[in-house]
């Protein structure tokens, strides 16, 4: 409580600190999100910038640390997703081109990625982190600051879309 | 759709997104991160510029709101 306290009044070795002991989660939270190491690393570094500047605003005395980063470095990761997100066009069959299992399997994963990609961010880490990561629908809840049945929502209708792009694309769930 | 078809697509999304819990951060970014407050704590934000601006207009056009701002103050 000492350390938060003292984070919380702006001391910055107090900072590096709590910077050391999380950043590890922080990264490991955010790349689970965009699934790239270089970028997870960047929103990292982001995460903590938004946390040193919000500093004032920390209770020290709740005293929940881990959960507040993961907000912030939550709602970090959809900013990134909202600016980077672009339309993945599903790979079009060859012609005439006889399929091996293998071929089939690859395009099969090809157009799950591009299907996931296409969600809209909040149904996308929604979707990735409950099927994908097997993360439990209330850490997502709290993640995200909403409740446990809108994740569940945000969920449904993730794999509702999911289904219909891919069913779209001739492949059938 | 039913519970069935939501564990059909954990396993399809499973198979083409690897888990990527265990994951390591293969480098401290504690030097990026003072490199970051350095570069950024120098720099004042546009608004906190307008802010004072403002605030000097105020108090240069209207001196009877000294002893307002000194009150919140």
Redesign the interface.
């Known amino acids: 409580m000492e350390l938060l306290g003292r984070f919380a009044a702006g001391d ?1 070795e107090a900072f ?1 600190t709590l ?2 002991e999380y ?2 989660d922080v ?2 939270w955010i ?2 999100i965009v ?1 790239e ?1 270089a970028t997870a ?1 960047d929103l ?2 982001e995460t ?2 938004r946390m ?1 500047r919000a500093h004032a605003r920390f209770d020290a005395a709740k005293g929940n640390c881990a959960g507040w980063l993961r907000r912030i470095a939550t709602n970090a990761a959809l900013d990134h997703l909202r600016r980077t997100r672009r339309e993945v066009p599903l790979p079009e069959d060859p012609p005439d081109k006889p399929k091996t299992p293998a071929t089939e399997r690859s395009e ?3 157009a ?2 591009s299907a ?1 990609n296409g969600l809209s961010p909040r149904l996308r880490v929604a ?2 982190l409950a ?4 993360e439990p629908y209330d850490s997502i809840a709290e993640a995200l600051g909403i409740s446990v049945s809108a994740v569940k929502v945000r ?2 209708r993730g ?2 879309i ?2 219909k792009e891919l069913t779209a694309a001739g492949v059938h ?1 | 759709m039913s519970d069935r078809e939501i564990e059909e697509m954990k396993k399809l999304a499973k198979e083409a997104l690897p888990a990527l819990r265990d994951a390591e951060l293969g480098r401290d970014l504690w030097p990026a991160m003072v490199e970051r407050l350095s570069t950024q704590r120098s720099g004042m934000p546009w608004w906190d510029w307008v802010l004072l601006a403002g605030a000097s207009a105020g108090i240069l056009f209207v001196p009877g709101v000294i002893p307002a701002l000194l009150y919140h103050l």
């Open positions: 910055v590096e910077f050391r950043q590890c990264y490991r790349l689970r699934r190491r690393e990292t570094i903590f910038w040193y099969l994963q090809q799950i990625l996931i979707v990735v099927l994908v990561e097997e969920v449904f794999v509702r999911l289904r769930p």
